[in-house]
């Protein structure tokens, strides 16, 4: 596999990434996604960027011993580290060019609204109703007077929109009047994400499947924006025994939890690599030999569920 854009020839570009939120400490499938990240793009060539998405909850410290943790786990990449917290003038820059083109509206709803509106024939669950798409100028102003500040919603020209799958093949997924910008004035993760991959060079984008549909409303806005979205790979979740995806309540998940229990970043490598038909169980291996065995045709599609039992010591 080799769909690596080069702009001369001999001269790879474009850049996987791994862009985690700095809440609290990464566990063994985030670290799981992040390895198949790395290898997806150090396999095709590209450069690898780190971005902390830090627009929301932050834990202290927790930026600095995720990037501890995967540098642990041999997991390099090409600095720097991008820090959405710095970014809100790009993002003002784009939403400021959508609303001169009009393909924006100031919604006035509360998440109870949507929930509670009655939704359009044959929509899909979560999708906005549209209930300020049409509003006229009076009626906007009306809501302006009650003081509650609106947030900014794209004003989407289609219902829905194709993406392309490396794992997964071709996947149409649902595009509504998504926000770009709260109304406490904090730009959206389907904007931001859009604007820091196109400036990070990114364009392989391997995430867990849960956001498989974040994909149709993240690309069809980067056609909007005139970026060019990027290539995508949705990996299976790292499950618990009860079918809920991994967190951290589920036990010693995490590189320093699993280090006090015996379990050192040797033995978790060897793990997920097992788990992703890269190695035989319990067999100790390095990150670079798993880049040079990978092949993304032979990882499994189904989720990985995690037993207690692995996390022990043989």
Known sequence: MNDCRRDEPGRPS???????????????GNLRTALLAWLFARSTGRRFVVRMEDLD??????????LADLAAM???????VMWQSQRQLSYDV??????????????????REILEAPSAPHAPAGAYPGTCRDLSEAQRQAKRDTGRPPAIR???GVAEF???DTLLGSHTGMVDDFVLRRGDGTPAYNLAVVIDD??????????ADDLLSSAPRQSYLATLLHISPPVYAHVPLVLNTEGARLAKRDGAVTLSDLALGGIDTQRVLS???????MAAPNEPVTIDQLLARFDPDDLPRDPWVLEPSAMQIC
């Not at 041999?74 to 720097?80: E, F, H, L, R, Y």
């Not at 793990?271 to 038909?277: E, V, W």
Request: proline share 7%; charged share 20%.
């Open 14 to 28: 474009g850049a996987g990434r791994y862009a985690p939120s700095p809440s609290g400490d990464l566990h063994i």
């Open 57 to 66: 909850r932050v834990a202290p410290g927790a930026a600095d011993r995720q």
């Open 74 to 80: 041999g997991i390099t990449w090409d600095p720097p």
């Open 94 to 111: 784009a939403i400021d060019d959508l609303q001169r083109r009009g393909l924006t509206y100031e919604c006035f709803c509360t998440r």
């Open 154 to 156: 794209l004003h989407a």
């Open 162 to 164: 194709t993406v392309v």
């Open 198 to 207: 196109d400036a990070q060079g990114v364009d392989q984008v391997v995430r």
């Open 271 to 277: 793990l997920i690599a097992a788990s992703l038909n």
